[in-house]
């Protein structure tokens, strides 16, 4: 019963450099979530999707791009990475949005 | 747009008082409405929910909110706090539109002084 699983945990990027956030859900949820989180702002929605194949904007979507191939993942991507981008990630996902479940966030650093 | 407003950024009580961190949002219909903690380099934990129903829900650690229709509200109480609920605490508010969004407030720390 695994839940909501990030991958990586951690990770260090150059700026400019490109890396997947990889978000893994194993109880059939239609709608994932990637949120960012940095200090004083709570968590801001990133991208979202309501079921494979979709994927929409959310609150700060500027540099990030997704995508919901299959049912289960949901990716996360930035392409060329900067400073501002540096907080920690976090995914969820819910069946009708009257539970969510989390990950346990990814720590994201640019230097 | 769609917002939640924490008003309180830091909140100091002394162990054994009692507790209260505000919560408004703005939203036409009954929205789904939580209540988060986080502990420092932590993930989210759910406290509580309310979806409909007894306006006055429990939650976990001995928590309890109660949604008021008339003021966009939904306050976190406890009426004892214990040095471990030192933490961050954040009230969100699902839309029920396109995506089941949940939209966060940014955030309240606790601080419990012995």
């Known amino acids: 019963n695994a839940g909501v699983t990030q991958t990586p945990k951690f990770r260090v990027l150059k700026t400019g450099q490109s890396m997947t956030l990889l978000c893994a859900q194993d109880?059939?949820?239609?709608?994932m979530y990637w949120y960012r989180q940095d200090p004083g702002m709570g968590l801001r929605l990133i991208h979202y999707s309501v079921g494979e194949g979709t994927t929409a904007k959310g609150e700060v979507p500027d540099g990030y791009n997704v995508s919901r191939l299959k049912k289960q993942n949901f990716l996360l991507g930035l392409e060329s990475a900067a400073p501002s981008q540096t907080s920690v990630y976090f995914c969820?996902?819910?069946?009708?949005?009257?539970?969510?479940?989390f990950g346990s966030g990814t720590r994201l650093t640019v230097v | 747009a769609q917002s939640v407003t924490q008003p309180d950024i830091h909140i100091t009580v002394s162990e054994g008082a009692s507790l209260e961190l505000r919560c408004n949002y703005s939203?036409?219909?009954?929205?789904?409405l939580f209540w988060y903690v986080q502990s420092p380099g932590q993930g989210l934990q759910l406290l509580l929910k309310?979806?409909?129903?007894?306006?006055l829900v429990q939650g976990i650690k001995g928590f309890e909110a109660e949604f008021k229709r008339s003021q966009s509200s939904f306050n976190l109480r406890k009426p004892s706090v214990h040095w471990s609920d030192a933490a961050e605490y954040f009230c969100a508010v699902g839309y029920m539109e396109y995506g089941n969004k949940l939209v966060f407030g940014a955030g309240t720390i606790l601080r419990v002084k012995s």
């Open positions: 109880m059939n949820h239609e709608y």
């Open positions: 939203y036409g219909a009954t929205p789904y």
């Open positions: 309310y979806f409909s129903g007894d306006t």
């Open positions: 969820a996902s819910t069946y009708g949005g009257n539970g969510y479940t």
